[in-house]
Each structure stands twice: as C-alpha cells, then as structure tokens.
C-alpha cells in the first residue's frame, strides 16, 4: 500500500503545486522520487510527531495541501492533541498517513502496533478516515483525500500487500464500500489491509457449503450508512473484520448504524478483544495469536450460524 499511496501522491503532486509532505525523519527510499522532483515540498521534520503535524497545520493555513508521513501510532496517538486543535478544529486541510496500521510493526511490540488509532481519529469531528484494504484502493483513497477538503486520516499498510482488486478501482465514490464476493449466508465485513484475511475466510466457508459476501470499507467515516442498512436487511448475521481494538473502531461503526436499523441483524465482531498485545512476532503471526486470521475468521463465523 505504501508504494501505491506514494505512485497516486507523486501524480498528485505533479498536478498541483499546493500539495507538501512533512515525514518524521523515514521513507527515504520509498519518497526518493518525490524528493528528486520536488525537493522544496517535502520537509523532514525529524523524529518530532508533534511538531510536525503543527508544522503541517501552519503550512496548511498558507492554502496547502499537507500530508504528514509516519509509521503506526506515531502519526495518530504521539499528536492527537496537535491533530485535534491545530488541525480538526479549524478544518486544516492535513492528511494524516499512518504507514503499519494495525501489526505491520509486529516485532516491535506494543508501542508500535498501531491498534487504538481508528478509534481515536473517528472520534475527532471533522476527520475522514480511510482505511484501504490493499493497494488498489490506497491509491484511490490518496486521490480522494487530495480532494476532501479538512483533515484526513490514511491508515495504510506497509508494502508488498497482495493485491485484492484485480486492478485499479476505477470511479470509487467515497464513502462506498466495494464488494470483492458475493454471498448469500452471511457477510464478511472488513476495514483495511485484513482483508485478505477475509477473503481467505471466505473461500474456507465455501469449502463447508457456506457462501459469505465480501465488503471491503475504504471509508470509515463517513460511513455509508445506507450501504450498511441494506446489508443489515439482508443478512441475519454480519462479521466485522478489523486489525484494531474492538472497542471504537470499524466494527462499532457498523454496530451504531445496525443499532438504528432495529431489523434484528445480529453483528459479531472480530478483532483485538479490548487488550494491549503483550506477543511480538510478524504480522501474520499476530493475527493467528489474537483470533483475527482466516482460519479464525471461518471458524468464529460457522459457530455464529450454527447458533442461529
């Protein structure tokens, strides 16, 4: 996700003069052409989140386009004071770009896992957050941030993601959600780069004869709200999918939404069950340990029938 977040920027960049990137003090080979073509609007502000972003704000306020580069909780939590009254406040057009949401940063521990920064950042009044489940739709939530006027929030992977998408997502509205798999039993809903995992999922419950529909949400907020109602009118049982604490994030999105609904949907969510990661190890490794890989995802979502 990070080399196609980088690709749709650099053609952004080409086209518009107004757009600046601040990193903190990384990416040095991944932003080498942005620095070659234009080394007067990128600035390493070091390793120092909280400037940056304040840096990014005052730049904003001159009518630039800002995006601020960092890697997992460092772009999001470190700031979220800076993020909230330099940059949400007065409608700052900075866009937030965490590169390792969720265990990107698996072997680092805790301090780099970034779990809670969905939760935190949806929080904010005025903040779209995006959340792209491979790189195709990273590229086309970079173009859209461009245009969404305000603060943004870009959670990314990090890179060599499978692609997904067969190829670019072509005409993406935001805030739409994009079905990879269509089903008829339940559905797999899923927020940023764990989406494999779910669509994973989905070819292992096609194996015991159960046919679930795969959602991607680029956007979690806005959230498409009628999206998720027609989903909610047309399944008995939803699964949310998430690389990210429970409690806050892109399942309890869709549960606010399903909530009002009062269709009698039952949603079941998946994802860090409201507890630091006290395991280190890759990504896919963290997964299997916190029940959020596809074997996981099959399993808890065939039991959730079966009570039905």
């Not at 196609?4 to 960049?13: N, Q, T």
């Not at 890697?71 to 939590?77: D, K, Q, Y």
């Amino acid at each position: 996700m990070r080399d196609a977040f980088v690709r749709a920027l650099l053609e952004e960049m080409e086209a518009d003069s107004r757009i600046m990137l601040v990193t903190g003090d990384l990416g040095f080979g991944v932003l080498k052409p942005m620095w070659e073509r234009f080394p007067d609007r990128i600035i390493d502000a070091g390793i120092a989140e909280q400037g940056m972003v304040s840096m990014a704000a005052g730049l904003a306020a001159t009518g630039r386009i800002v995006f601020v580069y960092s890697i997992g909780n460092f772009p999001t939590l470190r700031p979220l004071e800076q993020i909230r009254n330099d940059c949400a406040y007065p409608g700052a057009n900075v866009k937030i770009v965490c590169v390792g949401g969720g265990f990107v940063y698996g072997s680092l521990g805790m301090s780099h896992h970034a779990t809670e920064d969905i939760a935190a950042l949806r929080a904010l009044p005025g903040v779209t957050c995006f959340t792209p489940g491979d790189p195709a739709e990273a590229e086309a939530v970079t173009h859209r941030a461009v245009r969404t006027e305000g603060t943004c929030y870009l959670r990314l992977g990090r890179g060599n993601e499978p692609k997904i998408h067969p190829g670019p997502v072509e005409g993406w509205e935001m805030p739409a959600p994009l079905t990879l798999r269509k089903g008829t039993d339940t559905a797999l809903l899923s927020a940023g780069g764990i989406l494999t995992q779910a669509v994973e999922a989905a070819k292992l419950l096609e194996e015991k004869g159960i046919s679930a529909e795969v959602v991607s949400f680029p956007c979690v907020k806005p959230m498409d709200e009628g999206a998720v109602r027609k989903l909610t009118e047309r399944f008995r049982h939803i699964v949310t999918v998430e690389e990210h604490n429970i409690i806050g994030g892109f399942g309890s999105a869709v549960c606010e939404i399903a909530a009002e609904t009062g269709n009698g949907c039952r949603i079941h969510r998946i994802g860090l069950q409201d507890c630091y990661t006290s395991v280190v190890g890759n990504q896919q490794y963290l997964r299997e340990i916190y029940g959020m890989d596809a074997k996981a995802i099959a399993e808890k979502t065939e039991a959730w029938l079966n009570e039905a």
